[in-house]
């Protein structure tokens, strides 16, 4: 990273001070490793906080972020890590593409940490300036981070269809599952609140029931409510193989769910 930034960083006369310093970024990095492996990164940045947050070189790590590795000699290595998002989506709601690279920890509180390629995680604008540069002591409150907390492959987005004036709407929730402990349960709460990722999959939802309807009206006067409900079925059952807490897998699960859905209620989307 610092190699990357290097002529940048000699214009601004920092190169010796920062090489000074590389032993220190390569301890705190490997120190981040370690603790997220072990599920105590909160922990440890709690620790670490109130040294970080007055590091007398706190302004200078955060201006080579922002103006060398973003915008400068490191940008193929920022659009590298961006480009490790899976199917380029972001990796905190899976909805938006992943444009920017958000700060885990946030530089402006772990300034040790703004050049770090495991604090970095690829992410849309939307989540990225929701996120905000807060950082919270609350476990409860502790974001996901995308390389190290393992969500599992066991459902717990869940949506609903309901029946409204002029068609229908769906509505996504959480239900963590009974092994998960109750600081993960309230972690994932809280997650898809501040993100509002409610709202965001209910707009991907009603655009996809829009294309939907006229596929699943024909199949359900052609062969009847109870293939429209396995074809629907196999279609969640592919989704969830891929993803199974994407929005699409609980929106297919859920349509299949809805009698008011297979007898019909697509028409009146």
Known sequence: MLNACTKWLAKQGWDEAFRGRLPELVETQERYRVAAEAGQLLALLISEVGAQSVDP????LNATYDRAFVGGGGRKLYDAIKAAAIHGS????????????DHHAPKDSFPLLALTPLNLVPACGPCNQGKSKNFSTVAAEEPFHPYFDDLGAVRWLYADVCRVAGGGAVEFSVRPPADWSKIKAERLFHHFT?????????YQASRRLATRRRKDTRLLESSGAEVLRATLIEDADSCAVVDPNGWETALLYALADSDWYINGGMKEI
């Open 194 to 202: 501040r993100h509002k990722l409610g709202k965001k999959y209910g």
């Open 57 to 60: 070189d706190k302004g200078r």
């Open 90 to 101: 972001c990796t905190v709601c899976g909805v938006g593409e992943a444009s920017t690279l």
